[in-house]
């Protein structure tokens, strides 16, 4: 078996919400909802001293999901092949339990097709041998998806040539994130993307 | 003019170092911000480099996401660039962190300058472009002033007097003329830490090669040349050019163009003298005639007073001229004195509902356009037609053409090869111009469709470094750089020239400007700013800046439902401290007011801002264009922005930031527009069969 995650350089990503485009493009995702959305975490400090850096989250590919453990037809359910969270559109109600549940606002409704959407990490382009749209399309080359379990995996290796105290995850409130963070240059905040909107000391946290 | 080279600017994909793994050290990004201006070009570029250590300074008023990442972020005071330029060349010269030898042998800094002309006096004149004339150095062995034929020079400092006239090498007028701008003094003025200006001096100096890219916030204020001039003299200093790892370079091209990236000629040359002598603010903003461009707002009175002649016509080829142009309400005005306005864009902006003709021009997806990049040239593809469009290179010629069919005598010229010369004569389909420049090259459209990405050349050859150390052919010398002297001009002798002559740019002799323009850099603070106590800083206190989002490009993409639902109206962002006293919140609405105008923004408290200073984006409204605001009137910039004096000697330049405004909170947002991300579903993409064809080319 292997196990799909992503791993995120968060040093290398500049903010520039190019990610949350290509995936609406790739994906027929609209105006309102997102598989993926890019936080500014900060500015920390007072000015001018001051340290601010870029957090994308799609879904965590949580061990334990939250959202699976939530949902009453079983449509959300994790893949046996690769670990992948996904939503069967068929068995889908959209009764939002598991946007609920999640505790990264990972889950949106698409409201054109009635059934809950999350990132498939492009289960259509893996298919083909390509990699997701939101990966392809920065130009910050933060994004990395791979099998995890798989000790050559370019996330495995990235990892593995990380230093442990640069390596982070979003806090765990009992689903067990599967996504890893690099940040280096800045001091780890542990906010969870909603309290990130609440606080938006920057530009808007869409 | 300094170099003679292009600029290293990255937004324009210029700073062409950066897109290798290159020697580059550090890099100062001075009022720009990739990942906003550029995100997939200069900004995954910049991004690349610190990745792999490269050190970064940034100097801008808010904290973007490039101050986030750099190693010293100085949040000068909007409008006071070249104060904190004139600082750093200052304590380079003070600390003598410069390339002494490479100042000496290859700038234009020890040649002899007359104080009272502030001309360099020549031993000898060169009528061979290829040979510059002969200057005077102070000679250290004899003690006195002698000729020294290029390219070797001796003294680098000095105050002399020959026969009762004082001569100062071009070092001497550098250094003086900077000398009062200490790290302290900067500080002041541009309310920044002495410390911190000079950890970033030191940091860049110390760490060549490497560059100072500028971007398009220095070029927007009355000081606006000089900080180029500055700019570029820094990293001339620190002898960052044309070695492995500057951002300064002349790498070669394919041949293809005459100017980079632009296929359709100019041809000023081709014009009348007496037009081009008429061209309003030419003759006073003589570095206009780099670009073959009027004066904004000399225009702006020919249209309201019509002096010194009136303006009856406007041919317009850009998005939205009421977001872009500064104090966009007496723009309005002008516009209904005109007898005909016509616009030429892709899709119906502001400017539209003041058009008589409309001419829609073909989408970015719909053209064909040949790219050079790097050492590869690419054919941009059509990939779509829908409507009644046209490319636009093809109604400028269709235009000429039906000019020329009712008997205008210079645009029946413009057809005609034997008077066009080396220049491309109007064409009747697009195919003609990409023919005229591939065959230079032995191409064709279809081949290089066939090729693209064509490397034209390889790498290693492209990138040719120190090309100002090669030998010329006919004289035996090194080459040099492309000015005058074959020096780097830090002191900048021809924009005497220039504004007494209009030499280089202009093909024949105009009259002087009323006062000659500076050949070194000088700081001209903000004609409203709040640190003059005068009338308009105390009603007006905080001082506006605007800048970029990742999410648009200049005033266009306001029209896309996935970019606008992110960013849906311009965020004003003000420091916690300076809100306190306005009462205000973030996500309140708040009036911005200057002495112009009034539009409203969404207030964010950041501490991403100094105190004293708003931040805005600019923005317009399509939504709204059906108004009676036409969509440019809720929250445009330009409302507040000052077209009027001072304006840049050299170029004429008005104050699009850097100017005085107050806020109140607003009840709520104007009238119309949309906030919500569903709002924007009329604009979503809706799939259509083929069209037809209305124009066959
Ligand atoms: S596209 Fe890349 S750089 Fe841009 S916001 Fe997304 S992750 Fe960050
Ligand atoms: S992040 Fe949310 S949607 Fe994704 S697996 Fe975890 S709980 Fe489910
Ligand atoms: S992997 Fe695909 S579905 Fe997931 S966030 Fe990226 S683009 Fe969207």
Not at chain 1, 49 to 76: G, I, N, R, S
Not at chain 1, 113 to 137: H, S, Y
Not at chain 2, 591 to 598: A, C, I, L, Q, Y
Not at chain 2, 680 to 690: A, E, I, N, T, V
Request: with cysteine; hydrophobic share 35%.
């Amino acid at each position: 078996m292997s196990r799909y995650i992503f791993v995120i350089d968060a040093d290398r990503c500049i903010g520039c919400k190019g990610c949350q485009v290509a995936c609406k493009a790739e994906n027929g995702i609209g105006p309102g909802e997102n598989r993926n959305r890019v936080f500014d975490v900060g500015p920390t400090g007072v000015f001018p001293d001051l340290e601010m850096y870029f957090l994308p989250v799609m879904c965590q590919q949580c061990e334990e999901p939250a959202c699976v453990a939530a949902c009453p037809t079983k449509a959300c359910r994790r893949n046996e092949a690769d670990a992948v969270v996904m939503i069967d559109a068929e068995t889908c109600i959209a009764c939002r339990a598991c946007e609920r549940a999640c505790p990264y606002g990972a889950l949106t409704l698409n409201r054109e097709r009635r059934v809950m959407d999350k990132c498939t990490i492009c289960e259509q382009l893996r298919r083909e041998g390509e990699k997701p749209a939101c990966v392809k399309n920065c130009p910050g080359n933060a994004l990395y998806c791979g099998d995890i379990d798989d000790p050559d995996s370019a996330v495995s290796q990235l990892l593995a040539q990380t230093r442990p105290e640069h390596i982070h995850k979003l806090r765990d409130t009992g689903s067990h994130p599967g996504n890893y963070y690099i940040l280096r240059n800045a001091a780890w905040q542990d906010l969870l993307p909603r309290e990130l909107a609440e606080r938006r000391g920057g530009r808007r946290q869409v | 003019m300094m170099y003679g080279g292009v600029d290293p600017s990255i937004a324009d994909s210029n700073a062409l170092e950066l897109y290798f793994d290159s020697e580059i050290k550090a890099l100062v990004l001075w009022g720009t911000d990739p990942s906003c201006s550029c995100p997939a070009s200069g900004g995954g570029a910049v991004n690349d480099q610190r990745a792999k250590g490269v050190k970064t300074v940034v100097i801008d008023p808010p904290f973007t996401q490039d101050a986030a990442k750099a190693d010293i972020w100085l949040p000068i005071r909007p409008g006071t660039d070249v104060a904190l330029m004139m600082a750093w060349i200052r304590y380079i010269i003070e600390h003598r962190l410069y390339d002494a030898e490479f100042v000496l042998k290859w700038t234009n800094l020890p040649y002899l300058v007359d104080t009272e002309t502030k001309l360099m006096p020549r031993a000898a004149v060169s009528s061979d472009p290829a040979v510059p004339d002969t200057f005077y150095v102070w000679d250290k062995r004899t003690d006195s002033m002698q000729p020294l034929a290029y390219p070797w020079d001796d003294a680098l400092e000095g105050t002399f007097t020959v026969d009762g006239r004082v001569y100062k090498t071009g070092f001497t007028m550098l250094k003086e003329q900077v000398a009062d701008f200490t790290p302290e003094r900067a500080a002041e003025i541009c309310w920044l830490d002495a410390d911190r200006i000079v950890k970033a001096i030191r940091l860049f100096a110390e760490n060549t090669p490497g560059g100072l890219a500028i971007g398009v916030a220095t070029d927007q204020t009355p000081n606006s040349v000089q900080a180029a001039m500055g700019a570029c003299t820094i990293d001339l200093l620190l002898g960052n050019v044309e070695r492995p790892g500057a951002l300064m370079q002349r790498f070669r091209t394919s041949g293809t163009f005459d100017m980079p990236n632009y296929p359709v000629p100019i041809c000023a040359d081709l014009l009348p003298d007496e037009q081009l002598r008429k061209r309003l603010g030419g003759n006073e903003h003589k570095g206009l005639g780099i670009w073959f461009a009027g004066h904004p707002s000399s225009i702006l009175e020919a249209v309201l007073t019509g002096k010194p002649y009136p303006l009856r016509v406007w041919i317009d080829r850009s998005g939205n001229k009421l977001g872009a142009v500064a104090d966009s309400k007496r723009w309005q005005k002008a516009m209904e004195r005109l007898d005909l306005i016509v616009h030429m864009y892709m899709y119906p902006t502001s400017f539209s509902a003041y058009a008589d003709i409309l001419l829609p021009t073909e989408e970015w997806l719909e053209t064909n356009m040949m790219v050079e990049t790097c050492n590869t040239l690419c054919a941009r593809q059509q990939v779509t037609h829908l409507w009644e469009t046209v490319d636009e290179t093809v109604i400028w010629s269709m235009l000429a053409k039906a000019c020329a069919d009712r008997g205008d005598e210079e645009c029946r010229r413009a057809f005609d090869p034997e008077f066009m010369g080396k220049n491309l004569p109007y064409w009747s389909s697009e195919k003609e111009v990409f023919i005229h420049f591939l065959k230079r090259i032995d191409f064709d459209w279809e081949k290089l469709c066939w090729l693209t990405p064509y490397e034209y050349m390889p790498r290693r050859d492209w990138q040719t470094y120190y090309v100002y150390q090669w030998k010329d052919e006919k004289t035996g010398l090194a080459q040099g750089f492309n000015t005058p002297s074959k020096k780097l001009e830090i002191y900048l002798e021809s924009m005497i020239t220039l504004g007494r002559t209009g030499k280089p740019f202009s093909k024949c002799e105009l009259p002087p400007a009323s006062k000659d323009y500076e050949p070194l850099p000088y700081y001209l603070e903000p004609h409203e700013s709040p640190v003059r106590d005068d009338e308009v800083s105390r009603e007006f206190p905080l001082v506006l800046t605007s800048g970029r989002v990742p999410y648009y490009h200049h005033s266009t993409l306001r029209n896309i439902p996935f970019l606008r639902e992110m960013y849906p109206a311009p965020e004003v962002w003000v420091n916690p401290r300076t809100a306190e006293g306005y009462g205000i919140e973030t996500g309140d609405w708040v009036w911005v007011r200057s002495k112009r105008g009034e539009i409203r923004g969404i207030a964010v408290l950041t501490e991403g801002i100094g105190p004293g200073i708003v931040w805005m984006e600019r923005f317009w409204n399509p939504e709204t264009l059906n108004t009676k605001t036409h969509g440019w009137k809720e929250m445009n910039v330009n409302i507040l922005t000052k077209a009027d004096a001072p304006f840049n000697d050299v170029v004429g330049t008005y104050t699009l930031r850097a100017f005085q405004v107050q806020l109140e909170k607003a009840d709520g947002a104007p009238e119309g527009v949309w906030l919500n991300p569903e709002d924007f579903k009329p604009w979503l993409p809706k799939p259509s069969g083929r069209t037809k064809e209305v124009f066959v080319k």
